[in-house]
C-alpha cells in the first residue's frame, strides 16, 4: 500500500500518518493494521469553539463546502471506543440543539423578505448565512423556509387574512 503514501515504496513506513478514504479506514482499523487518531474536525480546538459558541463556527468550513459534518461524526464515533465516541456523540448534539433554533428564526425571516419582494440583498443575504452550514442543516433552512412561504400565503388566502 505504498502508493497511498504518494510515493514509490511497495510498503507504508511504520508509523507514518496518511490521510485514506473512510471505507478503507474501516477495513485497516478493524484489521489492526492502523490505528486512528480524530481529524481535526473534532479535535479538541474544535470542540472548544463549539462549546463557547456554536453558532458562530461555519461547519461548511471544517468538512468542505456542503459537507455534512454531522454524518461524518457519526462515522468517526463508529471507529472509536465507548468513552471518545460518547464525547464525540455529545458535541454532534449539543451542536445541533445549539444551532437549530437560529437556522429556523433565519430561514422564516428570509422567507419572509423573499415573499415580500426582498429583492437581491434578500438573496444575499441568505446565501451569507446558508455558508456557514453543514449540508444537514441546508436541508432543514431550505425545508423551513418553504413552509414559512407556504403558511404566509396559506393564511393570507382564508378570511382571517383578508381583513
Same mark, same amino acid.
Given at each position: 500500500m505504498g502508493h497511498l503514501d504518494g510515493g514509490t515504496e511497495r510498503d507504508i513506513k511504520a508509523l507514518s500518518k496518511i490521510q485514506i478514504p473512510m471505507w478503507m479506514a474501516y477495513i485497516l482499523i478493524y484489521s489492526d493494521y492502523a490505528d &486512528? +487518531?480524530?481529524?481535526p474536525p473534532f479535535q479538541a480546538r474544535v470542540r472548544n469553539a463549539l462549546n463557547a459558541e456554536a453558532r458562530?463556527?461555519? /461547519?461548511? +468550513? /471544517?468538512v468542505g463546502q456542503g459537507g455534512l459534518w454531522y454524518g461524518f461524526g457519526r462515522m468517526i464515533m463508529k471507529l472509536l471506543d465507548d468513552v471518545p465516541a460518547n464525547e464525540i456523540s455529545n458535541i454532534l448534539v449539543k451542536t445541533f440543539r445549539a444551532r437549530l433554533p437560529e437556522v429556523i428564526d433565519q430561514a422564516q425571516h428570509f422567507a419572509s423578505i423573499n415573499v415580500s419582494g426582498g429583492g437581491a440583498g434578500a438573496s444575499d443575504g441568505t446565501l451569507? &448565512?446558508?455558508? =456557514? /452550514?453543514? =449540508?444537514t442543516e441546508r436541508e432543514l433552512f431550505a425545508s423551513a423556509q418553504d413552509s414559512a412561504r407556504k403558511t404566509k400565503r396559506w393564511y393570507e388566502m382564508t378570511e382571517r387574512g383578508r381583513r
Open positions: &486512528f +487518531n480524530i481529524p458562530s463556527v461555519k /461547519l461548511s +468550513n /471544517l451569507a &448565512f446558508r455558508e =456557514g /452550514l453543514d =449540508g
